[in-house]
């Protein structure tokens, strides 16, 4: 579960120009910034057309930046899903918000994320102001959630975030759940992208490990139904995956790590029904990712104040 702290730049694929097999086409880096819980990861895989981010309504579900690639016949996006800026409160809470400036640094055009079904408030203005930090990259404004709200909201919201910068290459309202806009968007973004071959082959959806993918597949499913604080001291840490020797069957052994005792009695549930439930929801979506049945032991620890801790926050990844 290790993350490099900066967007890397693979070296061009072979042979490659724009993925419609001419010589040359534009590719380079995109990232989606906002409030937690605005529709970034949502709005990533849209893009993608496959489920490579977790999504949840509990807010800062993201923890890593997360690479999705997008072939269209100009050229090729990498979108980089980053976790949502936000107060900190425990030094895993400062750590991502790190992580995400690191990643602003490099990315060729950001993408400033706000949902129509709601006004723009103090946090978004922050955070588009902000965005002067990276003058090398092109901004784009994206009104997103636009199935949910009605026509006024729609025009309200975007007199409103057009008028928080005077640079914004495009203001674009979309909806992720509907793909309405989305090629919109995404042939805007590639219009703004450096010349250059495509950076990945255009068979790769993503260059996250098939180890994090499923770590990832169960955290959303633990985060399903929890309250309060908890959904922030899940982490997941996978021990093994193998495949067994007739290949109709693999094993999967996980931890969900929590910070309390009384956290790992929510997770594990009466006589264990939650975690089943937990085990049931993830194995879904990991079965179709690892191609065979799968077998999957979660165990529940303790690693108490893991947020706050510096050697445990390695020791998860972070």
């Known amino acids: 579960m290790s993350e490099s702290p900066t967007t890397p730049?693979?070296?061009?694929?072979?042979?490659?120009?724009?993925?419609?097999?001419?010589a040359e086409g534009r590719s380079g880096f995109v990232t989606f910034v906002g409030r937690p819980n605005v529709g970034k990861s949502t709005l990533t895989n849209a893009l993608v057309g496959e489920k490579v981010a977790i999504t949840s309504d509990k807010p800062q579900t993201t923890r890593r930046a997360i690479r999705g690639i997008l072939n269209r016949p100009g050229g090729q996006l990498v979108i980089v899903d980053t976790p949502g800026l936000h107060k900190p409160r425990t030094l895993l809470g400062?750590?991502?918000?790190?992580?995400?400036?690191?990643?602003?640094?490099?990315?060729?055009?950001?993408?400033?994320?706000?949902?129509?079904?709601?006004?723009?408030?103090?946090?978004?203005?922050?955070?588009?102001?902000?965005?002067?930090?990276y003058g090398r990259a092109k901004k784009v404004a994206i009104v997103t959630k636009t199935d949910a709200a009605s026509r006024d909201q729609i025009t309200e919201r975007l007199m409103e975030v057009d008028s928080l910068r005077e640079d914004?290459?495009?203001?674009?309202?979309?909806?992720?759940?509907?793909?309405e806009q989305l090629d919109v968007?995404?042939?805007?973004?590639?219009?703004?992208?450096?010349?250059?071959?495509?950076?990945?082959?255009?068979?790769?959806v993503t260059d996250e490990s098939t180890e994090d993918r499923i770590a990832e597949i169960i955290r959303e499913a633990a985060l399903e139904g929890v309250r309060d604080e908890l959904p922030h001291s899940i982490a997941v840490t996978i021990d093994d995956i193998a495949e067994r020797e007739d290949g109709g069957l693999t094993d999967v052994y996980a931890n969900i790590v929590v910070e309390r005792d009384s956290q790992k009695a929510i997770i594990i549930g009466h006589k264990g029904s939650r975690l089943r439930d937990v085990g049931t929801r993830a194995r879904a979506q990991i079965e179709?990712?690892?191609?065979?049945?799968?077998?999957?032991?979660?165990?529940?620890?303790?690693?108490?104040?893991?947020?706050?801790?510096?050697?445990?926050?390695?020791?998860?990844?972070?």
């Open 168 to 179: 914004w290459a495009a203001v674009i309202p979309l909806s992720a759940f509907t793909r």
């Open 94 to 133: 400062q750590r991502l918000n790190d992580l995400v400036e690191q990643v602003l640094g490099d990315v060729d055009v950001i993408g400033f994320c706000v949902p129509a079904t709601e006004k723009v408030g103090p946090g978004d203005r922050r955070i588009a102001e902000s965005l002067d930090g």
């Open 9 to 22: 730049v693979p070296e061009p694929a072979e042979g490659t120009g724009a993925p419609d097999g001419s």
């Open 185 to 204: 968007l995404s042939d805007e973004l590639l219009a703004l992208m450096p010349v250059g071959p495509a950076l990945y082959p255009d068979d790769v």
């Open 288 to 318: 179709p990712l690892l191609g065979t049945k799968v077998f999957l032991k979660l165990h529940v620890r303790v690693a108490k104040e893991w947020q706050r801790d510096p050697k445990q926050l390695g020791r998860l990844g972070f």
